[in-house]
């Protein structure tokens, strides 16, 4: 798989380290009454159903920026890649 | 029909007129006591004891393409009870007992060969995880024999045993694993559940749950409504795809997992060797193809094949650890789809649902797991409780913190 980085352009899958569903990104309030629940929902259980999704990739091998990459894991075919800061946003 | 040597011989003197299509293809019909969904070797499995050890009747197999078209089809053919963790343990030597008495049972040839299988270490450390590992077996009543290089060489002395980087200083080996001929399990408990009365529906997918109340009432499928008193679903690598109709959401991940065939060789390998360095397995088939496979590709993935950067890990692992691979041509590779756990560990239970249950998050254990996850999945369909040997299989381990871990490495299925 060739992976479109928004800033060095196509880089082979091989030079990325994989994590998962973007969802990832949103870790809940530890703060919640309902954290413990809501931790056991973020930690270990996922979407997972055929076609789009978004996941994120760590450019490793590179300049170890975070990717979110929009794939169709029914095909592979790669459809979107972001810069995990733009859509993130800047830090509060 | 018997199958026997005898009956062999009666065919071929009368020109093999008189075998018959081995299972029945019945419509289906409105209303079950029971219905499996999914036509592998887990879900004909659980018909087989279901029909023959719980005495279930009016069963159905639904199964949306042909039955043995998944995973069952697509492995390495691999069975061994070699793991560490009670929990795992004693599961998989349940297992490796059904398979020793698989081809009785079955009435039917599967070919399970007890071959053995040799886990290669390369350094102090990892001797002492594998003495330890080959200790909990034989607490869980399995069989394992610590070998020293000398051991490894007089079994395998094609072996990379010049590696200056990771010598092969002996391997755990057990006697009892082997090989089975895969797609046969899947014809042989088909056949068997059939002769039983269970109606396997091929071509027939399941499109929706009659949930109502908290109750599963039955399922929608291509070939119409079908009602049922409990529902089992055993869909590997479709987990999360079909229980996300019953609005749930599970601790898996689908990721794709590759293996090879080289062409037809001379006996080489006797057995199954797995490398201790890298990711790298192989034992030869019966037919002479070596059969080897390595790690799963590491992402998200339903598509059946994977990608190359996976397939030169393999080969590097394997031309590292028996150099003489690389004047094998590659005949055949494919990939199949993993239901990987959170915790590398499968899940056999209720769910919150009353009448539908679980069988799934097989990782790449599937295959060597198929007699017993059929016999422990029936024990809970038939008695409403777990079978002793898959107690921990428990849906809600991952929020009460019971996670079976063999590898320590945490939620991250694509490590596992």
Redesign the interface.
Known sequence: MIINHPLLGPRDASEFAYLGDAALMRRPDPKSETAADDFYRYQYLRENTPGEHRELWFHEQGDRSWLIVTRNISTHEITKVELATDVAGPAS | MRYSALKIFKEAITGHKGWTPVWRSPEPKSAYDIIIIGGGGHGLATAHYLASKFDGKNIAVLEKGWIGGGNIGRNTTIIRSNYMLHENEAFYEHSLKLWEGLEQDLNYNAMVSQRGIINLFHSDPQRDAYVRRGNAMILNGADAVLLDQDGVKKQYPFLNFDNSRFPILGGLWQPRGGTVRHDAVAWGYARAADSKGVDILQNCEVTGFDIRDGRCYGVQTTRGNISAKKVGVAVAGNS??VM?MAGM??????HVLQAFVSEGLKPVIPGVITYGAGHFYVSQSDKGGLVFGGDID??????QRG?L?VVEDVCEGGMSLMPMIGKARLLRMWGGIMDMS?DGSPIIDKTDIEGLYFNGGWCYGGFKATPASGHSFAHLLATGSPHETAKAYRMDR??RGLMIDEKGQG?Q??LH
């Open positions: 999360s795809r996300a959401r599970l601790p898996i991940e689908s590491g992402y998200n993935s339903y598509a990608n950067p959170m991952f929020s939620a299925p694509n």
